[in-house]
């Protein structure tokens, strides 16, 4: 992998400098990915065509064309390994977090429990679990008659009019 983060950090490099300096001449934080792909879609064919012809003359025909077909393979291997890679250090934290204090566990669960209960008590008081008695009626009739039909269309039965 190593060899391909060779490659690709130039472009990178290039890519996050030039996406900087537009972000800023707009002064707009959000333009960097999307300066970002566009130099990357510039950058990485050139990146790519130069590799390839310092492998052509420094090592020869051969190993110049298979770079040429087989460095693009190698950078896409390298790009979902990175990602993984990522993805393991960051779970590390929380792994490190367990072996320091084995009982997090436990506080998480009975966390979860009060925040459970403090909404429930919070839906009580807003009146959010009490339906209208004749909404509730339409409700479950549409639920009968959608579980005995087995067409897809929705009869005017099943239509919840304020009519």
């Known amino acids: 992998l190593l060899p391909w983060w060779l490659v ?3 472009s ?13 001449k ?14 990357a879609a510039v950058a990485m064919p050139l ?9 052509w003359i420094t090592f020869g025909r051969l190993v110049g ?6 460095a693009p393979l190698g950078g896409i291997i390298a790009v979902y390994a990175t990602e993984d890679g990522i993805r393991v250090v960051q779970s590390l934290n929380a792994l490190l977090l367990l072996v320091r204090r084995k ?6 669960y009975t966390m979860r429990e009060k925040l ?13 679990l009490e339906i209208d008695p004749e909404l509730r009626k339409k409700l479950e ?9 087995s067409s897809n269309s929705v009869p005017a039965e099943l239509e919840l009019n304020d009519n």
């Not at 290039?14 to 996406?19: C, F, H, L, P």
């Not at 990146?47 to 492998?55: N, W």
């Not at 064309?65 to 087989?70: G, L, Q, S, V």
């Open 12 to 24: 990178g490099l290039v890519g996050r400098v030039i996406s900087d300096v537009q972000a800023k």
């Open 116 to 128: 459970r209960k403090e909404v429930y008590e919070l839906q009580k008081e807003q009146g959010w």
């Open 47 to 55: 990146f790519h065509v130069f590799y390839t012809a310092c492998f």
């Open 8 to 10: 690709i950090a130039p």
């Open 141 to 149: 009739h549409r639920q009968v008659l959608h579980k005995e039909s």
């Open 26 to 39: 707009v002064n707009k934080m959000s333009v960097i990915g999307t300066w970002k792909v566009l130099m």
């Open 103 to 108: 009982d997090i566990g436990q506080e998480l």
């Open 65 to 70: 064309f298979i770079y040429w077909f087989f």
